[in-house]
């Protein structure tokens, strides 16, 4: 399974452009990168996935490099409401996906 | 439309005993999967299940088991309770092709005294 990392922790003010890279070196050609966010005491929530290129929808966009090793995923005018544990996975087809530590953001106010 | 439902919501045991957590989903997903979640972790894998009668071990699968025998539901037993094993325990499914994603329950807190 490719490992992904990514950084443990981030803080903005409101109204800021977040951008959240998450490093996956030793993805496979099928898999697909797909980013959730959880807040406390709830179960994580699907935000959006990609394979190359951008994928943008109302919540965030992806951004994936030619080379597929990184993406970063872009949350645009943050509110103290996007204040979560956001967490970027790997995988493809039946292969359960594997969650990390996540990057914990904090939006100022 | 409930998505997922976790049941139950919370739960203390005392060391040995035993019990069961059901998940249910009402969107005729394949997958389905228990996670469970202790303070400042991600999420680790205990079991998954590709689709009904099929069941296939995670990261963590010791001291639990599983059945699937409706699609649309996946049990996680735990068969003698440890402290080890407090923790938050989340439900998922999704499709096969995973398109959206999964779907989360909302969790089951669970504390072995």
Known sequence: LAKTTQPISMDSYEGQ?????????NIATNDYITWYQQFPSQGPRFIIQGYKTKVTNEVA????????????LSL?????????????????????????????????? | NAGVTQTPKFRVLKTGQSMTLLCAQDMNHEYMYW????????????????????????????????????KQNFLLGLESAAPSQTSVYFCASSP??????????SGTRLTVV
């Open chain 1, 17 to 25: 452009e977040v951008n959240i890279t998450c490093s996956h070196n």
């Open chain 2, 96 to 105: 096969a092709d995973r398109v959206d994603g999964y779907t989360f329950g």
């Open chain 1, 76 to 109: 645009p005018r943050v509110s103290l409401s996007d204040t979560a544990v956001y967490y970027c996975l790997v995988g493809a087809g039946n292969t359960p996906l594997v969650f990390g530590k996540g990057t914990r953001l904090s939006v100022i106010a």
């Open chain 1, 61 to 72: 966009s992806l951004f994936i490099p030619a080379d597929r090793k990184s993406s970063t």
């Open chain 2, 35 to 70: 996670y469970r979640q202790d303070p400042g972790m991600g999420l680790r894998l205990i079991h998954y299940s590709v689709g009904e009668g099929t069941t296939a071990k995670g990261e963590v699968p010791d001291g639990y088991n599983v059945s699937r025998l409706k």
